[in-house]
């Protein structure tokens, strides 16, 4: 089987064809975003049939697509906004159903088809999925299933309050997230203004030919370099927090960890774990931290996921 799954992230757009058991057969990408959303459409098609091409299939071979836009996706089909690109209120199933015409199209947002991945991939079916990257969200996963709230939005772990004494802006509105203190973006811009500040940091970057980021920062720290240890000491704080808050809300079985921070997540564990010791209730506290188990591509494998099971849905098989 054949299934037709694009990403569009904030910065890049991959395309690819995958076959059930969510391997890559091929692969197709973009870097940046058309402003205008129909030609970035259209362009994801194109590289569909590229894709398509180099398997010596067409189109027509492809059992199922799956998009994920980048951004809030309510109902699974209405993208409601892009902050990154400025797209807002797309029928995305109409939109993709006109350029490929295709019957079986599914679509939702990042995190919640890389959180069904996760599930389809490791046949667990209860647990938080927590995503670090130039964001931070979350989807609950029960008996197998997205809880997706009564707009598709449930999960918004980002946009809980963990700072009070200094709270930075975030791009939602509100002051002192965890995404305006603990995402990738925001780990690099604190990296990059303690860099301009303290020129023997900023050297062991250029010596070391780091980029001065988040994940430089995060190879600095496996050297046990203070400064960077800090910082993942901070953010690991905030994220903690605000997984505490998951915990005692939802008291999950399990919680694992995905997005680009993700590959970090040996250095924020302890700082974590400690926030979950003194801000959950002892009953909701023993609870495993993995990473996910579908590497960079998670986003991507979702796509294929949430298409499959739409899939499976319509033709009455059952999910693996
Ligand atoms: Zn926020």
Known sequence: MYIGAIDMGGSKTIVAVLNEQFEILTMERFEGHEKDWRKHFDRTVALLDRCTNKL?????????LGVVPPGMVRNERFLLLAPATGWRDLDMIEEYHYRTGFDIIATDCDVNASAIAESDVTGIKDFLWYNISNGIGAAIIANGENVPGANGVSGELGHVKVEYENPRP??????????????????????????????????????????????????????????SLKVFQEAGKYIGRSIAIGLNVINPPRVFVGGGVSR????????????IEIGTVEFARNVPIEQTNLGYYAALKGAAAIALRKYQKYNGTSRP
């Not at 250095?267 to 400690?274: A, F, G, K, S, T």
């Open 264 to 275: 970090s997540l040996d250095l924020l564990l302890p700082e974590i774990r400690h926030q």
């Open 170 to 227: 975030c791009p939602c509105g509100q002051k002192g997230c965890c995404e305006a203190h603990a995402s990738g973006a925001a780990i690099g811009r604190q990296v990059l203004q303690l860099a301009n500040e303290n020129p023997r940091y900023a050297k062991l970057f250029s010596d070391n030919g780091y980029p001065v980021n988040a994940y430089g920062a995060s190879l600095l720290a496996r050297e046990n370099e203070p400064i």
């Open 56 to 64: 010596h299939i067409t189109t027509n071979d492809l059992s199922a």
